[in-house]
């Protein structure tokens, strides 16, 4: 690509940002561990979960019919009513930045990744390059610049996500038209197929450009037409053939919406989304075009740190991109099957779906044990709780929060700044992947399930997945004398959140504990145990 960059030693190539990153592991985020993912924009407004401006056009198939028949139910056909129109009427009213970062800082988050853009191309900040945007358009507010605001207010970090990678071809349903005959409109094409800058003329959406929204119309292609119109992304490669032009233009447009962000947000990380090894990697749903807008970009981006900060503190999240300095990589709706410390990551994960949508489970449990998962693996945890379309926590949220944070308050010893063990844990049960639902919330666990974390003070900490009974006893097997991953005998053992003296004995076989006659706590309990540097985090 040939957008300008910030001068300075990063030069937009792997092996130069690998060169010139201070380090393998970024400082802030290993201390601070467990994140929130603020998934948020237009599309809440639909109240159908994930993706529902493209589904919105999908009357005919099981993936997309809920959102469409929502969307019916709400707003109108959308050859009337289309995803444009949805962003002249969306008003997160009672959306408020600085109230919600407290309720997320209580609840024991020390960072959050703030939606930039998604894959409906609506820009939530004062957009340069892109006039379907927040402060254009309704809302009128320039929603970064409040979470911004909101988070340093809070001594914690952002990230701002960008989603808009493979948007070029996203918004292919809009291009369709009806073939079930709704409301009478057999054969009527929706909004995307109708409208044009001219034709925006007299309209409410006068001057801005429906190209700049839904993209233009690649349906010539088979796999376009044939494959995504439901939720298979994997279309054939270099398929696009005939607009290099316009691949070329979008990844130039891509690129500059970042950098503004860059420019006049200035946060602590980028994420971009995809599902390839990196964005316009000319494989999977970046096919079609091949180009080093990422290397372009970051490299921009820790030149500006750099000259900004005066060091390079900050990084990049690139989805399913290999270990390199400077990069971080996300683990959706999972976790490792072991210990992960080959590269930083962060699992994330949504609770019921990563917009909002009705029938969510709101145990804290499932959240609680999701970090658990990550952490004792190595990884932070971004949690996804979904805002109503008005900005606001439903009530099932509101309390799922305070309970995670009355759990983190007695338990985060082990959690901030903390490493992996050389093994994770102990025990049969592990929590299902997947979105968080209500198979997570009812996902069995016993006393013998553990995991383990080695806290910043150099102790470990082994957190038993369920609360045993008072004056239960507890083996934990792992920590037996004839283990060898234990630099020497056990000295101390003590229960998070209560001040009683325990009863413990390691032996051979492991370490027994015995429960106090008081154990009023939830989903999970940590014991410390020492001396300090007893156990090693696992090698780097």
């Not at 119309?217 to 316009?246: A, C, K």
């Not at 420019?263 to 075009?289: A, H, L, R, V």
């Not at 997947?434 to 198979?439: C, M």
């Not at 003590?494 to 015995?514: D, E, K, P, R």
Request: aromatic share 14%.
């Amino acid at each position: 690509m040939d957008f300008p960059i910030e001068t300075g030693p990063f030069q937009p190539t792997w092996d130069s940002i690998a060169a010139n990153y201070p380090t393998n592991d970024p400082a802030w985020l290993r201390e601070a561990k467990f994140g929130i993912w603020v998934h948020f924009g237009p599309q809440a407004a639909g109240q159908s979960g994930d993706w529902y401006a493209r589904k919105m056009y999908i009357e005919n198939d099981t993936w997309g019919a809920p959102a469409y028949a929502n969307h019916i139910r709400d707003f109108g056909h959308p050859s009337v009513a289309g995803y444009k129109d949805i962003l002249h009427t969306w008003n997160p009213s009672a959306l408020d930045p600085a109230a919600l970062t407290k309720t997320y800082h209580d609840a024991g988050a020390r960072f959050l990744l703030v939606q930039g853009v998604h894959h409906d191309e609506y820009d939530n900040w004062d957009s340069r390059y892109q006039q379907w945007n927040s402060v254009y358009l309704s809302p009128h507010r320039d929603l970064l610049s409040e979470w911004k605001t909101a988070v340093r207010a809070q001594g914690m970090h952002y990230g701002v996500t960008f989603h808009h990678e493979y948007s070029w071809w996203w918004f292919q349903s809009a291009f369709r038209a009806d073939v079930t005959n709704n409301q009478g409109k057999l054969g009527v094409p929706y909004d995307g197929a109708q409208i044009s800058l001219a034709t925006g003329v007299g309209q409410w959406w006068e001057g801005l450009d429906p190209r700049m929204l839904y993209g233009i119309n690649l349906r010539e292609y088979i796999g376009v037409y044939n494959g995504i119109d439901s939720m298979n992304t994997t279309i054939p490669q270099g398929i696009f053939s005939n607009h290099l032009d316009y691949a070329h233009w979008y990844v130039t447009w891509w690129a500059l919406r970042i950098m503004d962000v860059i420019e006049n947000y200035d946060p602590d990380f980028i994420y971009t989304d995809g599902d390839s090894t990196q964005p316009f990697s000319g494989i999977k749903s970046g096919t079609g075009y091949k180009a080093d807008g990422i290397q372009r970009v970051l490299a921009h981006y820790f030149n500006r740190t750099l000259e900004r900060r005066g060091s390079v503190d900050t990084f990049g999240i690139v989805k399913f991109h290999g270990p390199n300095k400077g990069i971080v990589t996300t683990l959706e709706n999972e976790y490792p099957a072991a210990v992960k410390t080959d590269q930083p990551w962060i699992g994330e994960v949504p609770v019921g779906d990563w917009f909002y949508d009705t029938g969510f489970s709101y145990d804290p449990g499932m959240v609680i044990r999701y970090l658990l998962e990550c952490v004792s693996r190595d990884g932070a945890a971004a949690i996804c709780v979904a805002l109503k379309p008005d900005g606001s926590l439903d009530p099932g949220s509101v309390t799922q929060l305070q309970a995670i944070g009355d759990w983190m308050t007695i338990n985060s010893a082990g959690i901030y700044g903390s490493h992996a063990w050389t093994k994770y844990g102990e025990g049969t049960h592990t929590q299902p992947t997947g979105e968080l639902s209500s198979t997570q919330a009812s996902a069995s666990f016993d006393t013998g399930d553990f995991r383990f974390t080695v806290g910043k003070d150099g102790f470990l900490y082994a957190y038993c997945l369920k609360v045993p009974a008072a004056g239960a006893k507890i083996t934990i097997t792992s920590l037996g004398t004839n283990q060898t991953a234990l630099g020497g005998l056990i000295q101390s053992v003590s229960l998070l959140g209560s001040s009683a003296t325990l009863v413990w004995s390691q032996t051979a076989t492991g370490l027994s504990i015995t429960c106090p006659a008081s154990m009023p706590f939830q989903t999970a309990v940590g014991f410390k145990i020492g001396p300090a540097n007893l156990a090693k985090p696992a090698a780097h």
